[in-house]
C-alpha cells in the first residue's frame, strides 16, 4: 500500500508541477503580450490581465504539493531538531495531521466558493465563469493531500536546500 501512495504520488505531483510551470509560462507570455499591444499598438488588451492572474492563482495552488512532498511547506525545523529522536515521529504525525486538516478546509470550502462563483463572470472574459479561477483551490488541496500523505510515509527533509 505504501508503495502505491507514493506512486500514485509521485505521479500527481510531477503532473501538477508542471501544469505549474505551463501556468508560470503562459503567465509571463500574456505579460509580454500585454506590454506589446499596450506599448507598441496602443491597443491593450483587457482580458490578457485577467488571465495573468488567473494562470498565476492556478500556479500557486499547484506547485504547493511538492512544496509538501519536499517538506518546505509548515516548516517546523528549529522544534524538529529540538525534540528527542523518539519524538521526531510523533512531531511528523502532528505536522502531517495538521497540513492534512488544513488542506481538508480548503478543499471543501474551495469546492464551496468555486461552486457559489460559478455565477460570476470574469471582467474582460464575460464568456468564462469564475468557477474555473476558484476551482484551483479544491484542485490544488487534492494534489497537496497525496503530498502531505508521502512525505508522512516517506519524509524529505529539504527546508534549507528549498529556501535557496
Known sequence: MKAFILTLEGWTTRIAMVLA???L???AALGVFQIFTRFVLE????WSEVLIRFSLIWMVFLGIP?????GAMVSVDALYR???TGAKRVLDLVVALAALALMLIVLWWGWDYAVRGSVQTMA???SL?????YLAMPVGAAFSLLGILA???DPRRMELETAQ
Do not use: I, K
Open 21 to 23: 510551470c505551463l501556468m
Open 25 to 27: 509560462a503562459l503567465a
Open 43 to 46: 491597443q491593450p488588451a483587457e
Open 66 to 70: 511538492m512544496a509538501f512532498r519536499q
Open 82 to 84: 529540538a525534540v528527542p
Open 124 to 126: 474582460g472574459l464575460e
Open 129 to 133: 465563469s469564475m468557477f474555473w479561477a
Open 151 to 153: 512525505n508522512y510515509l
